[in-house]
Each structure stands twice: as structure tokens, then as C-alpha cells.
């Protein structure tokens, strides 16, 4: 796929650019460009631009409006020390987004080209990518059904895009958060779309986020969808719990059961976890282990994970079974010894020996 460069002839200026890249929040602001590339069924795939961000127009009828065949991913882009850019594992994101389209039948779009979109959208807007620790370039690639119709099938055409945004290190004011257990709503079910990013299973869990912050917590936690009992993941975010403590702490997280989403951070910090000399397990725990593991103090630390906050505290646990807490609301030690060594690498001050970080072009 060539990807055409159209740079923006009205890109925001940059004493503006460098005061939105200053106080970046999440989502707030957007890069001068976006990538868009079209797909249809006999030609494949064709007309990949870098252009200016901005609107889209599509037919009211296209099919994304109507069946939400659509997929996304979510990766960063960090400074490095030489002042170069590195992307975090994008083969890892590209490989998960081609499983996510081949889920929700949307076209393949091959690994290579996936990366050279995004490195091309990072190369033009480098000038928006954060310097401090924490802080990067958040990327969204997407994917959505573009043909007009009505009719019930996958689309026949399709609009891949890549857009970006400045993102703050999410972590710093974090106090541990908050989590409401629903035994009510799933997010996913064996058979089901759980392990494609895909916007239907967040458009099917806001009503189960609306009831966690009901109950005045700040995510809700998923449990399986045929006992109810078994946990899966924490919003957009996989979870880990610390077992034990010291150095003969096992860090342990749900395993893939094909419901829960496959974070490329949760990959990560099973190899990180177990390079700093911690054992690592993967398996199933229910919310009666999490509750009595809470209370014997054998669990010690929570955390969750995910390419937007990195990782993040978790404390209260509530549910209708009850309320109970981790930790005194603080970031636990290991939580914070495995959150700085994988910002380490991905900052380029820590040996990158899994070959993780892929330079942008200059
Ligand atoms: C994206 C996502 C994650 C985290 O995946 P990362 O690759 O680590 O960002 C976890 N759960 C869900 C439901 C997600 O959509």
C-alpha cells in the first residue's frame, strides 16, 4: 500500500502546538494530520493519505451507522533519550487488529502496512509527541464499514484511518481506583467478540460503567459471563494481582479464556514481571478468592493495565457481596517496581532486550 503524503497547509501553529503538547490531558487535542486509506471488496485496498485531520463524510446509509462493524486499537509513541520516536510493540497491535477484523469481518489490513501508516502519521506530527517521563503520542487506528445499504452482511467496503493525540501521564495525580463488580451485565461471552477491540463491546458496557459510577466507583470489573464468579478484566484494562510479597511475590493474572480482551501490556508484564525475578502465573481467580486473599493479606497489591494509563492502582473492590479493601489506597511496590521498568524501556533508559521499541523514520 503507498501511502501518499498531503501535509496540512494549516497546521496549528506552533506556539500553540507546544502549549496543548505542554498540558496534553487524554483525547483533548488532535495532530495537524490523520492517515485514511479505502477498501473494497475487488480492488482491496487503495488511496492511503497522510492528510489534514478533519472530518469525514459518509453516506447516512453506510453500515457502520447501522450494525457497528467497526475495530480500533489503541498504541503510543514515546521520545527517547537521543531525541528519536519509538513506537511500543506496534507488529503486537497490528497482528491483534487484523484478528479483530477477520472477528467482525472487516478486511485484513497486512502488518506491514498498519505500521507504515502509523509511523508515517507519527513522522509528520512529531512535533506533537510529550518529552517527560509518562507522557507520549496516543495513537487510535480504526476501521469501519463504509458501504451504503441496508442489508444485513459484511460490507463490501471499508475506511481504515489513524488519528493522534497527545496524551498526559495519566498515572502521576492516580490514586488507586475504584472498582464496582458487576454480577449483573457481561462484557463477553465464550463465542461472543470479547477478544476483538471492537467499539460493540464498549457500546454494551457503558450501562455497566454507569452503574459502577452509581455506586461511586470508578470502573466496573467484568466477571465470566456463565458462573459469575470468575474475573476477567477491569473496564478497558486487564487486571494482575500480587501474591505475597518481597521477591517471592507471584504476580498472577487472569488467563485468556477467549472472553477477555488480549492487552499487549498484560503480555508485557508477564516477561517484565518475570525478568525482575518475580514469579508470574496465569490462571482463574473468583471474587470469593479475591475477597478472602484481600483479608488474609495474601494478596497484597492490584493493579490493572492497558496502553493508556500503563498501569494503575486498584483499592476498593465493591459488589453485592460485599466491600472490601487492598493496600491503603497508595500504589503498591511492586505496582510501581513494574510500572517504572516497562516506562523504562518504553523511554528508551532501560535495555530494550525483548525488542519491543521500533524507531519511527526521520
Ligand atoms: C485495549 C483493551 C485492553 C488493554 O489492551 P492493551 O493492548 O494493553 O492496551 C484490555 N481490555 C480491553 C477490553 C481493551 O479493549
Redesign the pocket.
Known amino acids: 500500500m503507498k501511502i501518499n503524503i498531503n501535509p496540512n497547509s494549516n497546521p496549528v501553529p506552533a506556539a500553540e502546538r507546544e502549549k496543548r503538547v505542554a498540558e496534553p490531558g487524554f483525547g483533548k487535542y488532535f495532530t495537524d494530520h490523520m492517515v485514511t486509506a479505502q477498501w473494497n471488496q475487488g480492488a482491496g485496498w487503495s488511496d492511503a493519505n497522510v492528510q489534514a485531520y478533519g472530518p469525514i463524510s459518509l453516506d447516512p446509509a453506510a453500515m457502520v451507522f447501522h450494525y457497528g462493524q467497526e475495530i480500533f486499537e489503541?498504541m503510543k509513541a514515546y521520545s527517547q533519550p537521543d531525541g528519536s520516536i519509538a513506537l511500543f510493540r506496534p507488529e503486537a497491535n497490528a497482528l491483534r487488529f487484523a484478528k479483530s477484523a477477520a472477528r467482525i469481518t472487516l478486511p485484513e489490513l497486512p502488518v506491514n502496512d498498519f505500521v507504515s501508516a502509523v509511523d508515517a502519521l507519527v513522522k509528520i506530527d512529531s512535533g506533537w509527541v510529550p518529552k517527560r517521563v509518562g507522557e507520549s503520542l496516543y495513537i487510535r487506528p480504526f476501521m469501519i464499514a463504509t458501504e451504503v445499504g441496508l442489508g444485513v452482511r459484511p460490507s463490501n467496503q471499508a475506511l481504515f484511518a489513524v488519528i493522534a493525540t497527545p496524551a498526559a501521564a495519566y498515572f502521576n495525580a492516580a490514586k488507586a481506583v475504584t472498582v464496582w463488580i458487576s454480577t449483573e451485565y457481561v462484557r463477553a461471552a465464550l463465542g461472543g467478540t470479547g477478544e476483538a477491540?471492537c467499539g460493540g463491546?464498549y457500546a454494551a458496557s457503558l450501562l455497566a460503567q454507569q452503574q459502577a459510577a452509581a455506586q461511586g466507583c470508578d470502573q466496573v470489573v467484568w466477571l465470566d459471563a456463565q458462573e459469575r464468579r470468575y474475573v476477567e478484566?477491569m473496564g478497558?484494562?486487564?487486571l494482575y494481582f500480587v501474591k505475597g510479597r518481597g521477591k517471592d511475590a507471584t504476580i498472577f493474572t487472569p488467563k485468556l479464556t477467549g472472553t477477555l480482551?488480549p492487552?499487549?501490556?498484560?503480555d508485557s508484564i508477564l516477561s517484565v514481571a518475570s525478568d525482575l525475578g518475580y514469579k508470574v502465573e496465569e490462571g482463574m481467580i473468583s471474587i470469593d478468592e479475591w475477597r478472602d486473599g484481600v483479608a488474609s493479606g495474601e494478596i497484597s497489591e492490584i493493579f490493572a493495565?492497558?496502553?493508556a494509563a500503563v498501569i494503575a492502582p486498584v483499592g476498593t473492590a465493591k459488589s453485592v457481596h460485599g466491600t472490601w479493601v487492598t493496600g491503603d489506597g497508595n500504589p503498591g511496590q511492586i505496582t510501581m517496581e513494574i510500572r517504572n521498568h516497562l516506562l523504562g524501556i518504553q523511554h528508551g533508559t532501560i535495555a530494550d532486550k525483548h525488542g519491543w521499541m521500533k524507531k519511527v523514520s526521520q
Open positions: 489503541g477491540k463491546n478484566e478497558g484494562m486487564n480482551l492487552g499487549i501490556t498484560r493495565c492497558g496502553t
